[in-house]
């Protein structure tokens, strides 16, 4: 038999705005369209974020979430709520919806850092909305938090409804966190692990780092974790392809990148996950059902949810 790999869809995110792509969804039906589609081309994980529907703002309301989740519930896919939200915002705002909704995976930054998006103002000169304008400059000056005490809050939120989590690692040091969290008895169980490369302000994009960020993985979780990458623009299927040769899971989707090829903007995360469908069957590996990827996790299944 193939080995399983894991593929998530992040379907928006808070790092993108909607004058980048026509394609980005911002409104609930916009949001669960582009769910179906990616649980359709063979997602197993969604990871979902919400917006305002007229701005396109990260909205990290609990009513923002509640007009999504339902239905992507209705895919079969697992949902992954974000509780990293906007860099932009505290931690008690971030972590409202997963702490509510109990969803069966929450993602959990694991480090405070530079959040460097400011370099994408010389590539979206004219961006409409002033908020988006605002948003890249504002990052000049900004620090993703993420403290031991931020992290101790999501995990004592949602560890208690039986949500595991989708451990978000932008450089070395965040895996360290990882193990300490695990050697003082917060994290139990196997750990998801998804490695973020080449997003100013954390560890870069180059093969280099993607075997320097297994190797460090490898010393601090042993081989008992679960593996997943996600390169941020034109790294998104190079970083996926070395993960899925390294016997890695991958991460894909419009919040973490715009494009479909050089020059070409993605009209959906289903075309990119079809790009990662071509480098699996060319390794002899095939992507992961829903259910699978809930077994390789260990996670408590939809029925168990609040949605």
Known sequence: MSRKVIVTAALTGAIHTPGMSPHLPVTPEQIIAEGRRAAQAGAAILHVHAR????????????????????????????????????????????????????????????????????????????????????????????FRNTFADVEHVLGACSPNGTRFEFECYDTAHLRN??????????????????????????????????????????????????????????????????????????????????????????SAAEQIAAVGKVLDGLGLSMASPDEARGILGLKGAEDVNF
Do not use: C
């Not at 396109?56 to 974000?82: C, H, M, W, Y």
């Not at 850092?113 to 990052?139: I, T």
């Not at 050697?183 to 994009?205: E, K, N």
């Open 52 to 143: 305002h529907p007229k701005t396109g703002q990260p909205d990290q309301s609990i009513a923002g979430f509640g007009r999504i989740l339902p239905a992507l519930k209705e895919t079969g896919a697992v949902i992954n709520v974000t509780t990293g939200g906007s860099p932009f915002m505290q931690v008690a705002e971030r972590v409202a919806p997963a702490a509510h909704f109990r969803p069966e995976l929450a993602s959990l930054n694991m480090g405070s850092m530079n959040f460097g998006l400011y370099p994408m103002q010389a590539r979206f000169p004219d961006l409409p909305q002033e908020w988006e304008n605002a948003h890249l400059e504002g990052s000049r000056d900004l620090v």
């Open 178 to 267: 990882l193990r300490h969290m695990i050697d003082r008895g917060l994290v139990t169980g196997t750990p998801f692990v998804q490695t973020v490369f080449g997003l100013l302000g954390g560890i870069g994009a180059d093969p280099e780092d993607v075997t320097l960020m297994r190797a460090v993985a490898d010393r601090h979780l042993g081989d008992e974790y679960a593996w997943s990458v996600l390169g941020a623009g034109a790294a998104q299927l190079r970083i996926a392809a070395m993960s899925a040769a390294m016997g890695g899971h991958v991460r894909v989707g419009l919040e973490d990148s715009l494009w479909a090829g050089p020059g070409v903007l993605a009209q």
